[in-house]
């Protein structure tokens, strides 16, 4: 393999910054080699992020290996140590922690890129399992080359070449890496694909990853009308995140599938391996079933919730702490909300909170309910439990749980955002410096 293939496969950028996900494994050290060496041809500023499993004696070994190498290369090293595990599934838990480790990274540097070593074998094993488990056209597709994560885009520069074809490349270019000795164990299902189905598939077809890679680049392009037509179905059913259960059921069965797939993936992104027919069948259960107001459990603590005729998929979060956000200028809710500091308004509602900054402790904090919280209301003497607030304004359990609660700093209840103000309320024709709206 040319060691400069790398870049004749995905467009590099002058001035890229990269986040590589590098375990020391020879998939990606190779991708770390090849990227080192492609940083000058395009002034790349390159950062290894390497996440410590902590299940084998050899991990501490090779991430003191890794940041030498990265010291030794001129490449910034960032790492983690898993401490616990509280998840049954493994592999299921160690890759949530591992990219939400690498978002933090991609996040702390502004990088363009977050890059991992997935390959050829690794597409073919992905859609194998899928098949198998269950999925629709996006999931049978197995993953993509590129993501778009939002703010950067997810990368798989390898997936073009297998895995004999980078153990060659590390062999050429004398790259040292190690070889983690659970990714034999039988246990594991893709390691069953890996050992039996994958030899069988190369030994009928040796360019059968080409083959793999053309049968997921159609599935995608299918996928995409598909997903024109679920759009189109998605305006008229889906509001605030909450599907219209009476307009849904007046849709094709299909269209009804893609739909859910589509609200799992917010959660689930393009590891959709976690769900299968079965998870659909479940949400299916809720929405046609005669019972009103249910929760289920779906995979990495997310929960398919009914209420009356209202179905959504939402985080499972610890029951009145569920964040503490600092505020600033502005601020994304779990929710689906956000709030902002405006200069000017000339609103009203509840949506709006005036507030002077000689009266209140700053900086003023979002967070949810805490047991015994009380407001002191705006024209109203002595206070008012939130509890009954939400109990007279007919919120939802779940929907109390992620309302956000804007305090000060000696958490004093400032303002209650789409529902009540408190004293430190100002008129538009009195004194205050801050103007804050939710949305």
């Not at 290894?48 to 001129?74: I, L, P, W």
């Not at 859609?127 to 629709?136: A, D, F, L, P, T």
């Not at 929710?335 to 209140?360: G, M």
């Amino acid at each position: 393999m040319n060691k400069f293939l790398i870049d004749e496969n995905f467009k590099f950028n002058k001035g890229d910054t990269i986040v590589v996900g590098c375990s020391t494994g020879p998939d990606s050290m190779a991708l770390m080699d090849m990227l080192i060496k492609i940083r000058d041809k395009y002034n790349l500023f390159l950062i290894c992020a390497h996440v410590n499993h902590n299940v084998r004696k050899e991990s501490y070994a090779e991430a003191t290996f890794m940041q030498e190498y990265c010291k030794d290369n001129n490449v910034i090293f960032e790492s983690m140590i898993i401490e616990n595990y509280g998840d049954d599934n493994f592999h299921n838990e160690a890759r949530n922690i591992r990219y939400n480790f690498f978002e933090k990274v991609v996040n702390k540097y502004s990088a363009n890129y977050l890059m991992t070593a997935h390959h050829g074998d690794d597409l073919i094993e992905t859609i194998m399992m899928r098949i198998v488990r269950g999925s629709n056209l996006n999931g049978y597709s197995g993953f993509k080359r590129v993501v778009d994560m939002g703010n950067y885009l997810l990368v798989r520069p390898l997936i073009d070449f297998t895995k004999d074809e980078l153990l060659k490349y590390d062999e050429e270019n004398n790259i040292q890496f190690f070889v983690d000795s659970s990714n034999s164990k039988p246990k594991y299902t893709r390691n069953r694909y890996r050992k039996v189905v994958l030899p069988f598939l190369k030994e009928e077809e040796p360019n059968v990853h080409k083959k793999f890679l053309k049968f997921s680049e159609n599935l995608m392009q299918a996928n995409e009308f598909i997903e024109k037509e679920r759009n189109k179905a998605l305006n008229k059913v889906l509001n605030n995140g909450k599907i219209d259960i009476p307009k849904f059921l007046e849709l094709d069965s299909f269209i009804q599938k893609e739909i859910l797939y589509f609200l799992m993936e917010v959660y689930y992104q393009d590891d959709l391996i976690l769900l299968n027919d079965r998870h659909i069948s479940l949400l299916f259960s809720v929405i046609n079933g005669k019972r009103k107001n249910v929760v289920v459990n779906l995979p990495n603590e997310v929960l398919a919730i009914r209420e009356y005729d209202k179905f959504f998929l939402r985080k499972e979060m610890d029951e009145l702490t569920s964040y503490e956000i600092e505020f600033s200028d502005s601020v994304d809710l779990p929710n689906h909300h956000s709030i902002k500091r405006l200069l000017s308004c000339d609103e009203n509602s509840n949506n709006i909170c005036r507030i002077s900054s000689q009266e209140v402790q700053l900086p003023l904090i979002v967070r949810t309910r805490k047991l015994g919280d009380k407001i002191y209301l705006k024209g109203m003497t002595g206070s008012k439990k939130i509890k009954d607030i939400f109990i007279d304004s007919k919120i939802t359990k779940s929907n109390r749980d992620l309302w956000p609660i804007v305090v000060d700093s000696l958490d004093r209840v400032v303002w209650i955002p789409g529902l009540k103000k408190s004293k430190f309320d100002k008129k538009k024709e009195e004194s205050y410096d801050i103007i804050l709206k939710y949305y």
